[in-house]
DNA sequence: GAAAATCACTTGCACCATGAAGCAATCTGC
DNA sequence: GCAGATTGCTTCATGGTGCAAGTGATTTTC
């Protein structure tokens, strides 16, 4: 899954003005206007289309997953280059089984190594390697340049600072109880 | 795929700086500001968990994940509710056998028809069968009260604006020639 | 007017993501 | 201190995606 959805110009109007009649009316829902509908239109474009932009660049210049990435990036960044399973599911925004299954391909590439928490063996302790570390050293200029040239480069430094703000506020309206405010897990 | 991307805090500075001796320096790159690097990581977060989060009230409130929705809406607004698979696939930004596939699993639902375009053989006409504008209709308000709840009541008159603005130019970037300003195709 | 190229679409295959069940280590109640 | 519940992680099965090759219809070329 993971796809963003439209609404399309005149459509919304249209589709409901017609056969309406029938249905259980679900107390005239409040439409988007033009400016909403231009701004709807202009946001899902990007949320359909700069993910896999981003992913191609990583995919073509250094052979990996942007997901593949953060993970490498979240333990490159980590104390002693080494975090919990859940820690690090929780920092890339995944579940368990899809970390385990990208931490399994990552460590049959050499980039990580998977240790039993020594204190507590349910924990499995996940680990940069060396090679690992050269990889994301080598990977995140590229990628930076990526998003700086894809994002940045486009937008004004005030438009930059609004779309802080723009997106802290819909974050907070989708899952009110995360830390995406760059504050500490 | 289709993820998104991260350069979290104060990662993109440390990590270069550590090892950039032994690789051949990529003439240093001009890394993110702290402003930055907050309006990325806001807009990564958008980015990852917006989409899920509209998929998700499709998925729940109607049963059809939201490409399957916007196949549905694509049609539902085209002349005699009835597009070329090639139009089709363009409007929905997919490609020809993903679009193939799911309008294969809409046509078992009975939702849409194909029929061989008699002008021309080698086109293939998809139609919008009366439950498949039925359920276009039963779907449509919940979805633009998702969109509305999630994008546009957390944000000001102002900033949907400006996002209208800031989309239109990362997608000018990303792709030039698309015609992504609400233009016809 | 027939062979070749092109076009629109479909199918087959390999990969990855998601959810349910499984397994092992630890904690809790008696 | 031992059975049962809980926690953390892994594995398995299903289904969707994307790419490359295949099919059938039309146009082009000579």
Same mark, same amino acid.
């Given at each position: 899954?993971?796809? #963003?959805?439209?609404?399309?110009?005149?459509?919304?109007?249209?589709?409901?003005? *017609?056969?309406?009649?029938?249905?259980?009316?679900?107390?005239?829902?409040? @439409?988007?206007?033009?400016?909403?509908?231009? /701004? @709807?239109?202009?946001? *899902?474009? #990007?949320?359909?289309?700069?993910?896999?932009?981003? $992913?191609?660049?990583?995919? &073509?210049?250094?052979?990996?997953?942007?997901?593949?990435?953060? #993970?490498? /990036?979240?333990?490159?960044?980590?104390? $002693?280059?080494?975090?919990?399973? =859940? %820690?690090?599911?929780? +920092?890339?925004?995944?579940?368990?089984?899809?970390?385990?299954?990208?931490?399994?391909?990552?460590? %049959? &590439?050499? @980039?990580?190594?998977? !240790?039993? $928490?020594? =204190?507590?063996?349910?924990? !499995?302790?996940?680990?940069?390697?060396?090679?690992? @570390?050269?990889?994301?050293?080598?990977?995140?200029?590229?990628?930076? /340049?990526? #998003?700086?040239?894809?994002? +940045?480069?486009?937008?004004?430094?005030?438009?930059?600072?609004?779309?802080? $703000?723009?997106?802290?506020?819909?974050?907070?309206?989708?899952?009110?109880?995360? &830390?995406?405010?760059?504050?500490?897990?």
């Amino acid at each position: 899954m993971v796809q #963003v959805i439209f609404t399309r110009r005149r459509f919304t109007h249209e589709v409901l003005r *017609a056969t309406l009649g029938p249905m259980e009316t679900p107390e005239e829902p409040r @439409w988007l206007d033009e400016e909403e509908r231009q /701004a @709807w239109f202009a946001l *899902a474009s #990007v949320l359909m289309r700069l993910p896999s932009a981003l $992913d191609a660049q990583l995919q &073509r210049d250094a052979g990996i997953s942007h997901f593949e990435y953060q #993970v490498l /990036a979240g333990l490159s960044e980590a104390p $002693d280059r080494t975090l919990r399973m =859940t %820690k690090l599911a929780k +920092f890339a925004e995944s579940a368990l089984p899809r970390l385990s299954q990208v931490v399994g391909r990552l460590e %049959k &590439r050499g @980039w990580v190594r998977r !240790t039993p $928490d020594p =204190t507590d063996g349910r924990y !499995t302790l996940a680990t940069l390697t060396g090679d690992g @570390w050269a990889k994301v050293v080598q990977t995140a200029p590229g990628h930076v /340049a990526a #998003v700086r040239s894809l994002v +940045f480069d486009p937008l004004t430094k005030a438009q930059a600072r609004q779309l802080t $703000d723009i997106g802290r506020r819909i974050m907070r309206t989708i899952d009110p109880d995360d &830390r995406c405010l760059g504050g500490p897990n």
